[in-house]
């Protein structure tokens, strides 16, 4: 029986099939209690939450399940701690946005006291909230929070771009091991090479982690129906996870314009970009992308880039002008369908069932 492998079971779920963590609010609790109440494991993108955030987050996730899910959270990278920017640097770097920002109405940007939350402080809220599962992109926390969570029977899972990444993961004594290939939508995970040397494929990096680690692999990147789910399987992972298929889940918060364009011809053209966050991330090709590109090595890295993109991309989302808004999605979209987060999960299940059937007459 398909359903039933060591991470169904570990983490109590029906379905080894996981909606993908996605940061910055698209993981509504809406979404993530619907996905676990269908059986599958909603997942919360939390990273740009305050402590208070997360533990309120979780407590309305609660209130809608009784199920298992997961809390996702990014690994601060040394190097942003170092990005000390100056006034100056600051001053010009939001400069190089200035046009967008008039063309859109938006204010100009104040540095901040800190770009990001506190690692450490989100870390004390997620001991506190004791979900099923902790997973972590970006990098590994120190052996003493993985220490932690396993005292507090808290799963961990960390997310691999390639396969140096997944054995670090593994002797960090993390339980599963995400093998993201470069389909995937959103942000690329990398943090032993940089991104754009760590992209490999789904197909290739799932067999290949596999046989290297010997905690379960879940399969990300480019699985949208019941044929990647098989495929998945086919390679030797325990679990498929899905992102930009949830994406467009009425109980996600993108924008309306957002899902309208995963819905059409545009989905085909996707494009691997920093212009919207310093960090290399798959998203569907627009103005802002293509007029980034000519300038790309002039990007400001991760966190300042996203800190002064984000009011343009939140205001361009308010009044509908796709063209500036970060269009995250991955290479499967012309596959998704609009449905609800229940309806997904069975349908996903449904053509599963289909898919090993037919392969078993042939
Ligand atoms: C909008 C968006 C935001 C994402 N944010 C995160 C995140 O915060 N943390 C994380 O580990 N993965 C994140 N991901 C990756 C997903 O959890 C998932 O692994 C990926 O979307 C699977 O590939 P697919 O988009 O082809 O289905 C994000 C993906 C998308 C599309």
Redesign the pocket.
């Given at each position: 029986v398909w359903t039933d492998t060591e991470i169904s079971r570990r983490l109590g779920i029906r379905y080894p099939i996981?909606?993908?963590?996605?940061?910055?609010g698209?993981?509504t609790p809406q979404l993530v209690a619907a996905v676990s109440n269908a059986g599958g494991l909603g997942?919360l993108?939390?990273?740009t939450f305050s402590p208070e955030q997360l533990v309120e987050t979780c407590a309305k996730i609660r209130s809608m399940t009784s199920l298992p899910f997961s809390v996702?959270?990014?690994v601060p990278q040394p190097e942003e701690e170092r990005l000390a920017f100056s006034d100056a640097d600051f001053l010009s770097a939001a400069k190089r946005l200035a046009a967008y920002r008039k063309e859109l109405g938006v204010a100009d940007p104040i540095r901040p006291e800190r770009y990001t939350q506190s690692f450490a402080a989100q870390i004390e809220a997620l001991y506190e909230i004791a979900p099923r599962a902790f997973?972590?992109?970006?990098g590994i926390p120190p052996s003493q929070v993985l220490r932690e969570c396993h005292k507090r029977n808290i799963l961990t899972i960390g997310?691999a771009t390639t396969v140096d990444e997944a054995v670090a993961i593994e002797a960090a004594g993390a339980d599963f091991v995400?093998a993201?290939?470069s389909?995937?939508?959103?942000?690329h995970?990398s943090f032993l090479a940089a991104a754009e040397e760590s992209l490999v494929g789904?197909l290739a990096l799932v067999p290949l982690v596999v046989d290297r680690v010997k905690i379960p692999v879940i399969a990300?990147?480019?699985?949208?129906d019941g044929r990647g789910i098989t495929a998945a399987l086919a390679l030797g992972a325990q679990a498929a996870?899905?992102?930009?298929?949830?994406?467009v889940c009425p109980e996600s918060s993108?924008s309306p314009s957002h899902r309208a364009e995963l819905l059409s011809q545009h989905a085909y053209h996707t494009t691997l970009t920093r212009a919207f966050s310093g960090r290399l991330?798959?998203a569907i090709e627009n103005r802002f992308v293509k007029e980034s590109k000519a300038s790309e090595g002039a990007i400001t890295p991760y966190p300042v880039q996203n800190w002064l993109t984000q009011p343009i991309r939140q205001a361009a989302g308010k009044a509908s002008r796709p063209e500036f808004q970060?269009l995250?999605?991955?290479?499967?979209?012309p596959l998704i369908r609009e449905r609800t987060a229940a309806n997904l999960v069975e349908s996903l299940v449904a053509e599963t069932d289909r898919v090993l059937a037919q392969l078993a007459r042939t």
């Open positions: 996981i909606q993908g963590p996605m940061g910055g698209y993981t997942s993108g939390a990273y996702n959270l990014w997973s972590f992109t970006f997310v995400v993201a290939g389909e995937a939508g959103g942000h995970g789904t990300a990147g480019g699985i949208a996870q899905l992102g930009t298929a949830f994406l993108a991330a798959r970060s995250w999605s991955g290479q499967a979209a």
